[in-house]
């Protein structure tokens, strides 16, 4: 039987022990281009270490998946951070867990609103990106250099990500 998981809305808050929110919330940090562009200006930490390393932008195509959604395993990147926001105005899942001496602790489930994106900071474990309707298309802004910047984590018993309230 897999332990359960409730997700909750997705706020800056609640997120910030493990990334930032990406959204147009309140008023522009500043007004450009002749005054029609509102600037919603740095709104994530990006953090790319390690030898050679950069920041890229890549495309993600995922599957998508569906609530009850079963939590087997989560990763984490040592040496950057990584973003995710959608190319469509569509709700997705983000897993994080809290570091637990090393180990992945217990996860917190997340929902987004539509048109919000998330960068995970540097070693935060994450489950993959979880995608809940077609396209699951999504620019990623992660680290690209030499090392091994990836960490997975299979838990012994998984866990079962169900909606909350
Ligand atoms: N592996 C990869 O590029 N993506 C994962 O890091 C992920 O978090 O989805
Ligand atoms: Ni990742």
């Given amino acids: 039987m897999a332990r359960g998981i409730l997700t909750e809305p997705l706020t800056r808050d609640a997120f910030a022990p493990f990334g930032d929110v990406i959204e147009t919330s309140g ?3 500043m007004i450009i281009n002749q005054g029609k562009c509102g600037r919603y200006h740095d709104l994530a930490a990006l953090d790319m270490a390690g030898a050679n390393a950069r920041a890229g932008i890549s495309l993600f195509l995922s599957e998508k998946r ?7 395993m989560v990763e984490r990147h040592p040496l950057g951070s990584q973003a995710f926001l959608p ?4 709700a997705f899942l983000v897993i994080v867990c809290p ?4 180990k992945p602790g217990h996860p917190r489930a997340f929902i987004t609103e539509p048109g919000q994106g998330i960068n995970l900071h540097r070693n935060i474990w994450h489950g993959v990106l979880t995608p809940l309707s077609d396209p699951g298309l999504f620019s990623v802004v992660d680290r690209i250099g030499d090392g091994d910047n990836l960490e997975e984590f ?3 018993e998984p866990y079962e990500v169900v909606r909350g309230s």
Avoid: K
């Fill in 66 to 72: 569906t609530l009850p959604y079963l939590l087997e």
């Fill in 99 to 102: 570091d637990d001496n090393g």
């Fill in 154 to 156: 299979r838990f012994e």
């Fill in 87 to 90: 190319m469509t105005q569509a």
């Fill in 27 to 29: 008023d522009p940090t």
